[in-house]
């Protein structure tokens, strides 16, 4: 069976054929390009019919969002992209596909998460996290060969982790972790140490402020910035607090960090657990692997793949996921 597979992102779509053992046949990725609303709409339909052709056959879709995915009304709320406070993503992509071909839906986070079980470097693991660390921080995570969504299909936003106190006003948008250790929270961190410093000369103060990303603070590391070290130093000391309290509350046997700043942030694993030992449940956490994603960008695609699949077949209590 092939699948078509489709991962939208906050600035881009990835589309993918799938073959029923995971293997990527044929793939495009196209920008959104500042498209908003009914356009991002209007591009995934476009790019399936174009994968269709390719395909010769009606295929099983999955989709992955960049947010939340409401199942009982087929809308989707997603940040980044403008115009999607609610929109009808499931009838007007089930109207282009046809009835004879099933469209599933779900967030990101639970696509990674299914990926890696099915595929990846959680492969075999039926509870398990995954930690996706880029534009913004969420968590797949599967309890019992399950993807936990939550009531109102919104767990595993972790990014509004309470990991700092006190309260600051940027956390409002976008969650107290995301805002020191995502991405762009590395980013920003950094700008307010360089601001803070008028004399500091390292390698980040040739960068000017406004074009600061977290890969100028990587490079910046490996120059022996003292500034790019703080920041990543202290990242690590988040991302092992939100992974302690992850094996605390989920006993997983595995989590998977993945997205674009795992990466280059790949290097810190062993600190992150070592730290994380400090704070976990001790013996839940000795008995957690802690790994980088093996799957990378494809996480998403592999994951869109699977959740068709498992829609077009009977569950068993050995699938990835059993609901």
């Not at 990835?14 to 029923?20: F, G, M, Q």
């Not at 995934?44 to 999955?62: F, L, S, T």
């Not at 810190?268 to 704070?279: G, K, L, P, Q």
């Not at 013996?283 to 799957?295: E, N």
Request: glycine share 12%; hydrophobic share 50%; charged share 20%.
């Amino acid at each position: 069976m092939r699948t078509i597979a489709m991962d939208l992102g906050g600035t881009k779509l990835a589309t993918a054929l799938v073959d029923d053992t995971g293997e990527i046949l044929a793939r495009e990725s196209v920008p959104l390009s500042g498209r908003a609303g009914p356009e991002v709409g209007a591009l995934i339909v476009e790019r399936h019919a174009a994968m269709r052709e390719r395909a010769g056959v009606r295929c099983p879709v999955g989709v992955t969002v960049p947010g939340i995915y409401r199942a009982a009304r087929g809308t989707v709320w997603a940040p980044n992209i403008s115009g999607w406070d609610d929109y009808p993503l499931r009838d007007e992509l089930q109207d282009a596909v046809g009835s004879d071909a099933p469209v599933v839906i779900d967030s990101d986070r639970a696509a990674y998460i299914l990926g890696e079980a099915w595929r990846g470097a959680a492969a075999g693991a039926r509870d398990a996290v995954f930690v996706a660390v880029g534009t913004g921080i969420g968590a797949g995570i599967l309890v019992d060969g399950r993807v936990l969504r939550g009531h109102a299909d919104i767990a595993g936003a972790i990014g509004w982790l309470a990991l700092d106190r006190p309260y600051r006003d940027p956390y409002v948008s976008c969650g107290c972790f995301e805002h020191h250790a995502s991405g762009p929270g590395l980013a920003k961190v950094a700008r307010e140490l360089l601001d803070a410093d008028g004399a500091y000369a390292g390698a980040l103060r040739a960068v000017p402020a406004e074009s600061l990303t977290a890969v100028h603070l990587f490079d910046a590391l490996d120059r022996g910035d003292a500034i790019a070290e703080r920041v990543l130093r202290e990242a690590v000391v988040y991302w092992a607090m939100a992974a302690a309290n992850l094996v605390s509350l989920f006993n997983p046997e595995v989590i998977v960090f993945g997205g674009g700043v795992f990466g280059p942030a790949a290097r810190f694993i062993d600190d992150i657990r070592a730290e994380a030992c400090r704070w976990a449940q001790p013996i839940a956490v000795t008995q957690a692997r802690f790994v980088v994603s093996t799957l990378g960008g494809d996480a998403g695609l592999l994951g869109a793949a699977r959740l068709a699949m498992l829609a077009t077949s009977a569950p068993t209590a050995h699938s990835p996921e059993v609901a």
